[in-house]
């Protein structure tokens, strides 16, 4: 192990470690990957997106206006707050099997619902405006979830095709779960 | 109502609300206080009218500057940048990662899962052990980084966002009657936070819409 890389300790398939690995990607640093089998809940990332924003400015994760960024926190927050901690592994084991598939779709309808609203206010190509911003990071980690649990996405138009448009960019690909060190074979891109 | 003054959608004791209260009274900044009452008439926060402010149908919202802002740790980071005196974050990013990591885990990773719509959702037989252990889960985080990061308050000797944060959630843990005894420095902090008169004004007891037997 490099001395002096940052390391991140990540699980394949947790959004909160994605968020964070398109962030590193986005910004070209270099990382080590420690792989973690346990998920703990995900309130801190956008603390460690944020630093990064801090300290690698460039490119910029948020805009210049602060009318802006508070849209773009607004919508982190909305995610990573309101939708994910809801729906996450320990949540969902403490609901029960039978019920946490609904438990999961009903976290991620209510929040698209409000999704969705919001973005036909906020949104160009991307969550806001035309930029990528820290808001996308979070979304395209909460669509691949919300696909996981089965959501119909017909609803949430604007959703769609902005995690479209921010799938086929490279740090979105990269970062992408079928291609961790830790993702298993048979989920492998 | 005076033209020019923000607007804050507020539920008297909403810990959500409470945060932006605190740092609205720490800024000195005026507001205006729409009452929202999450449990009156089915819940007002489900109102046509204010689900067009706030889609999420959630209390704090705030109008300031021609725009609305909704999610707490949003808003404040916008009253940060815009009425930057006293600060709310440190000026170092270290310290303010540390700020923000212990509000997005008292925010992100406990509030959500005590709240009163989850709680509807679990059911009343379980919903009070359902709170006391998601206070417990990240309680038990939160001590041992305060451990670390605590000075005066959580981080270091000033007032920051995460003590906005916590007395509110302390707050809720009491009314969940979740012992507070593993938990001395998260007791401590909060105490020292709760005579500050930010803290007092900005209180659940002493709001337009606190309940008469609930006055301070």
């Known amino acids: 192990m490099q001395a002096g890389k940052p390391i991140l300790y990540s699980y394949f398939r947790s959004s909160c470690s994605w ?17 973690i089998n346990l998920i703990k809940d995900g309130g801190q990332q956008l603390a460690i997106i944020e630093y990064l924003e801090e300290t ?14 508070a849209s773009v926190r607004m919508i982190s927050d909305l995610i990573a707050g309101g939708i994910q ?51 996308d990071l979070c979304l395209v980690p909460q669509v691949a979830n919300a696909e996981r649990f089965k959501v119909d996405l017909t609803p949430y138009p604007t959703i769609s095709s902005v995690n479209k448009r921010l799938l086929v960019l490279e740090a979105f690909q990269v970062s992408h779960p079928c291609r961790q060190p830790d993702t298993p074979t048979e989920l492998r891109a």
Do not use: H
């Open 85 to 135: 901690p809801l729906q996450n592994l320990s949540v969902l084991k403490q609901v029960g099997e039978e019920i946490q598939l609904t438990w999961a779709q009903n976290a991620i309808t209510s929040g698209f619902n409000a999704l969705e609203q919001i973005l036909q206010s906020t949104a160009g190509i991307y969550c806001v405006g035309d930029e990528v911003t820290m808001a």
């Open 19 to 35: 968020r964070v690995r398109i962030a590193l990607a986005l910004k070209g640093i270099d990382y080590e990957t420690v792989p």
């Open 56 to 69: 690698r400015p460039t490119p910029r994760l948020l805009p210049q206006d602060p009318k802006k960024r």
